[in-house]
């Protein structure tokens, strides 16, 4: 099973500033990575797929970049609903695994 | 408007059965792999299962192999899963969520008392 260890836990930024997330696997998914934001009492919303790639309606200040095993989700601006828990998912083998999430919380 | 609808979720004692489904619209379901993904109170997403288009291929996290079975009923635009012998640690929001990702449903929740 592929474990993907993301950092920091939570990262306190105020809005206005740059958010940088990381999601480490611990061997090779190629570019078969994807990143979420879930707020409280709601379902995941797929923001970036094949690690770079943005789903429908997101966001460009929503960025994602690497590949192999080290991937960042960066977000160039924090916007007031950008405050959420982040997810990281890797597709490139079963079981499908998700890491443990960084939660962006307001300073 | 893509729209996934679980529904199932209850109260369940320890050992116990249940059986979720989750009712698509909007888009052609038989078009579409599918996956169930839980997640726990106050924790992360764990994905459960996943069933091909044709419901031929399936996969299971370790945690639900054997106990838990995936399946689809093109006709009906339905997605199941049956899950038995029921632990504690199966409590959780269950989610039903396309293959492309980019649609979930709102989720049921399953608790297994003990």
Redesign the interface.
């Known amino acids: 099973?592929i474990v993907l260890t993301q950092s920091p836990a939570t990262l306190s930024l105020s809005p206005g500033e740059r958010a940088t997330l990381s999601c480490r696997a611990s061997q090779s998914v190629g570019s078969s990575l994807?990143w979420?934001q879930?707020k409280p009492g709601q379902?995941?919303?797929?923001l970036i797929?094949d690690a770079s790639s943005r789903?429908?309606g997101i966001p460009a200040r929503f960025s994602g970049s690497g590949s192999g095993t080290d991937f960042t989700l960066t977000i160039s601006s924090l916007e007031p609903e950008d405050f959420a828990v982040y997810?990281c998912?890797q597709r490139n083998n079963?079981?499908?695994?998700?890491?443990?999430?960084t939660k962006v919380e307001i300073k | 408007e893509v729209q996934l609808v679980e529904s199932g979720g209850d109260l369940v004692q320890r050992g116990g059965s249940l059986r979720l489904s989750c009712a698509a619209s909007g888009f052609t379901f038989s078009s579409y792999e599918m996956?169930w993904?839980r997640q726990a109170p106050g924790k992360?997403?764990?994905?459960i299962s996943?069933i091909s288009v044709s419901g031929s291929t399936k996969?299971?996290?370790?945690s639900v192999k054997g106990r838990f079975t995936i399946s689809r009923d093109n006709a009906k635009n339905s997605l199941y899963l049956q899950m038995n012998s029921l632990r504690a640690d199966d409590t959780a929001i269950y989610?039903c969520a396309l293959g492309s990702?980019?649609y979930?449903?709102?989720?049921t929740l399953v608790t297994v008392s003990s």
């Open positions: 099973e994807a979420y879930q379902a995941p919303r797929l797929y789903a429908t997810y998912q079963w079981p499908l695994t998700f890491g443990g999430g | 996956n993904v992360g997403l764990e994905w996943y996969h299971y996290a370790d989610y990702w980019d979930w449903g709102q989720g």
